[in-house]
C-alpha cells in the first residue's frame, strides 16, 4: 500500500521535479558465493546453481563457479551432484521425502557453505474454484479463481502459491503469492486469488501450492522485499539457510498441482 | 540578618499593546544588581526580598523598561504592561530574553525564536516555517527536501519531543515533508532544547520542542493575514472581556491542487492535494489567583485522485489550563491534554471500496508547581499521567467477500514525577538540579500478548485482560546543568542529562511518510535510554552585538530500534516479531556566530557530528552510520535593512549528503537479476547545498493598517539536490547499471502579501 501512496505522491510531485543520470562513487563490494538449491518431494532432478556476486554497475553477468563439489546428504548417505562445468550441479532421479532432514554442503575453494531442512508434506489441493464478477475498478468481467483447502491442525505451515491460466503464469519473484497459517491454523483456506486476472470461459486453469518451511518462507518474503523495494523495508539481501555468509537459499518444497476448466 | 522579615514582589508581565503575556521577561532590582527574577510560560514571576527600599526594573528585550520605587513592608503585586521600543529598528532579535541570556543564564543547547524574528528569512513558497527556520542552528539538520521531521544531535526524527500548548504533536509534517504543521501566525513563543533539558519534560530522547501558541489581543479586536503562492492565512483576535480574557482563531489552508487543476492530464486535474490547519485559544482571568485556557490545533492533509483514490491524515490536540496562585510564592498550573494522530486511505468508489486506517490516541494529565522559595532558589515539581491507545490499524472493505481485520488497539499509561531545583551559589556560580522518575505500563486487552525471540520465533504467549499490566519499566532520568560566569562577557556550561523514550515510530528506511507507525514499549520492545553530556563557552563581544557559542556533547543510546533486514510491515499485527535491538552513539561540536544589532543581522554556524549505530543483527554487529549522520552542515543567515521600507536576505547551507544503503554488486534468483548490498548505510547521497534570497517592502505603516510584500528565490542557483536514487538500465548502452537521480526543485520564486490591522 505504501507503494500506492508513494507512487502518487512522486506523480504530485513529477510536474516540477527533474531527472538525471549521475555519476556516484560506489566501491564494488566483496564478492559472496550464491547457490540457489532447490529439492522437491517426490523423485525428481536435484538441480544446483553456484555463482560469485557480479559488480553492479558495467557487466553484471552472473560469475559461475564450476569447481564446487556439491554434497546432499539425507541422514543415510551422502550424494555427491554432477557437475556440468558451467555452475549448475545436479542429481538425478532422486526421491525426497517428506519428514526427512536433508543437508546440503557445497565446498568451493576452501570455504564450506551448509544449509539444512526438513522436506515438509504435501498439503493437497482440494478444489478450485471460481466465481463470475462484473468489471469494476480492479477487474475486467470474468471469473475469479479460488484456492481451497485443508490446512493441518499439527503444524505450521508455509505456502506459495502459483497460477496459470490458459498458459499466462503468475507466482514468480516478482509477484510472490506467500501464505501463512498464522491466523487460520488448522482451518479450510479458500483464498480468493486477487493477484492475478480473471480468466474466461472454458480457460484451462492450473494451480500449484507449495509448502515449505519456515526458513524458506523467510526467504521468499525476503526476496519480495528486495524486488519490490519502497515496501518500508530497508533494502537488505534476503536471508537465507546457508552458513558462512553464501547468498541464496536451501529451498526444500512439497507440492501438490490440480487443474479445472472454467465451466460457464 | 538572618531573622530579617522577607516579602513577595509578584505579578504579571504583558504588552501594553495586546495583552500578550511576556514570556522570559525580567525584574531586576537596581540596588541588588546580582537579583531578579524571570517570568514564566504565563508571564509570572515571584521574588522574595528582605524588607527595604528598592527600585525595581521591569524590562524585556526590545521593551522599553519600566522602573517602580518600592517600599517593601508587605507582600505586593504588580501588574506591569510593557511597550515596545519605539525606535523600531526590526533587528534580528529574540525577544523576552535579556540581552546577554545566552552567556548568563543557566540553560545550555537551548534554541529560542519567536514567529517575528523570521519574517525576513526566505523560504520555500514564501510560506515562512518555525520548524524549517530551526534547521539552519546548529546541531539541528533536515533531512532534505521530501524529509518531513528534523534531526538533533544525531537523534532520529521521532526522539523529539513537540509540544503545541503542551499537547504532543506526532506528526509535525505537511505535504510530506515540505511544510510544517505550524502557522507562524498563530505562535508566541517556541524554545527547543538540544539537551539539558529540565526535569519537567520527558518521553523523548533527544530534544524538546516546546512551542507557545499566542493569547490572542485582550485590548482590541484585530486581524492579521497572508496571500501567497501555495497558502493563504487569516487570524482574529480580540478580547472576550477587556484585559480580563481574549481569544484568537487562525486558520491556514493551502491550493496546491490549483497548479494540479492546470495539468494537461485528466487524472490530475481531478486530484486533490492540500492542507489546512485551525489554531483556537481562548483564556479567562477569573481573578488575581485563577486564571483558565482553552487551546485547540485541528490539521489536516488530503491527497486524492478523483473517486478512486484518498488519502488524508492529521493531528488533533486540546488543551484545557488553570492556573492558580497558592501564595504569591506557589504557582500552580493544571492541564487536561488531548492528542491524536490519524490516518486513512482508501481506494475505489463508495460502493466497491477498501481502505486502511490507523491512530494513536492519549489523554494527559498534568500538574506543574513553581515555588519561588528566595531570590536564589526556584523550585518546580510535578507529575504527568498519559493514556496512550494506539490502533495499529483496520482493513475496511465494502466489498463482498473481503474479509476485513482490524488489529486489537495496544493500551499504555506512562507516568513522571519531578522535581528540581535552580540555585544560585553565588554571583559566578549557578546550577539547575533536578530528578525526574518516569514509569510506563504496557497493558493487556483481553488479548493474548507474545514474547519473540532474536529470531522473530514466538517463546511464549500470555493472555491478559484490559488494563491488565503485562510490562512495567521505570527508571530514574537525573537532569543537571550548571552555569559558571568566566568574566562579564563569557561564561562556561556543562550539563548531563538522561532521557527515558517509551513510545518509537518506527519509520520506514528510505523517506518518512505519515503511515510510519508509533508503537509503545512492550514485554519484546525496551525503553530508549539517552544520556548525554555537554560543554559549552559562551562569549558576547561589543555589547552583546555579536554572540559566539561553542558547545561539544555526546551522546550513548541504548535500546535503539530498527527493523530487520527484510522486514513485512504492512498490516502486520505481530510487527515486533521485525524488529531488532542494539545500540548507539552520537557526538559533534556546534559553533555559532551571530550578529543581533544594526542594518545587518544574521548568523553562521558551523557543526561538526556524527552518529552511529551498532545492531547484532545489521552490518555483522559492527558500527555504521545511522542514516542522519550529516557529518559536516553549515548554516549562513544575512538579513540587511536598508531603511524603513526595505529589507533583504539571503541563507546558504551545506550540509553533507544522508547515509544510504546503495547496491554494491549483483545476482540472479529464479532467473531474475537482483542487486547485493554489502552493507547498510554505507553509500550517501551527494552532498546538499542551497541558497535562498528574498526582499521585504514594508508599506508605510498607520496605527490602523500595517502590510509588507516578501519576494523570495528558493534554491536560487537551481542546485539539483536529491530527492531519491534509482538504478536503472542505461538507455544506450543495455546491460549496464547507471544511476538516476530525481531532484524536486529547481529554482522557485515566490511573492506573499502579509496584512495586519
Redesign the interface.
Known sequence: ??K???A??????S??????????E???????T?I?ATLLEGTHSFDVKV?K??????????VPITNATVVLNDGAGDYTLTSFGDGNYQLVGFNAVSGTEYTLTVNENGNSFVAKGIMPAVVPIDTISYEFVEA???NDSGYITQIEFNDPAATDNYYRIEVDIQGTYYG???NLILLDD?FLNGNRIEF?LFAVDVADAFDNVTMKLTSCD?ATF?YL???D???N???????????GNFNNGA??NFSLYASDTQSVVILP | MANAQQYTISGTLKDASNGEDLIGATVKVKELPTVGAVSNVYGFFSLTLEKGNYTLIFTSLGYEPVEKKIQLSANQRFDIELAEQSTKLKEFEVTGEIEDANVSSTEMSIEKLDPKSIEAIPVLLGEKDIVKTFTLMPGIKSGGEGNGGFFVRGGGVDQNLILLDEAVVYNASHLLGFFSVFNSDAIKDVSLYKGGMPAEYGGRGSSVMDITMKDGNSKKFGASGGLGVISSRLTLEGPIVKDKGSFVVSGRRSYADLFLKLSPDEDLRDSKLYFYDLNLKANYKINDKNRVYLSGYFGRDVLGVGETFGFNWGNATGTLRWNHLFSDKLFSNTSLILSNYDYEFKIGSDEESFGFKASILDYNIKQDFSYFLNEKNTIKFGLNMIYHTFDPGELFSSISGFNPINLNDRLATENAVYLQNEQKVSELFSIQYGLRYSFFNYLGNNDSIFDYNEAGNTTNSRYYNRHETAKFYGGFEPRLAAKYMLSEVSSLKASYNRNYQYIHLLSNATASSPTDSWVPSSNNVKPQIIDQIALGYFRNFKKNAYEFSVEGYYKNLQNQIDYKDGADLFLNGEVERELTFGSGIAYGAEFYLKKRKGAFTGWLSYTYSRSLRKFDAINNGEYYPARQDLIHDISAVGIYKFNEKWTASASWVYTTGLAVTYPSGGYQIEGVNVPYYSGRNQSRFPDYHRMDVGVTWYNKKTDKFESNWNFSIYNVYGRENTFSINFIDDESNPGQTVAEQTALFKIIPSVTYNFKF
Do not use: Y
Open positions: 500500500m505504501k500506492i501512496i508513494f502518487f505522491s512522486i506523480l504530485a510531485i510536474t516540477v521535479s527533474c531527472r538525471k543520470i549521475i555519476d556516484i560506489q566501491e564494488e563490494g566483496d564478492k559472496r550464491v540457489e555463482s556476486t557480479s559488480n553492479f554497475f558495467g557487466d553484471n553477468t552472473p469494476s475498478t480492479f514468480d519473484i516478482f498464522g480468493p519456515r523467510t518474503e525476503g526476496v522485499a528486495l524486488i523495494a519502497g515496501n518500508g523495508a530497508p533494502p537488505a539481501n534476503p536471508t547468498l541464496g
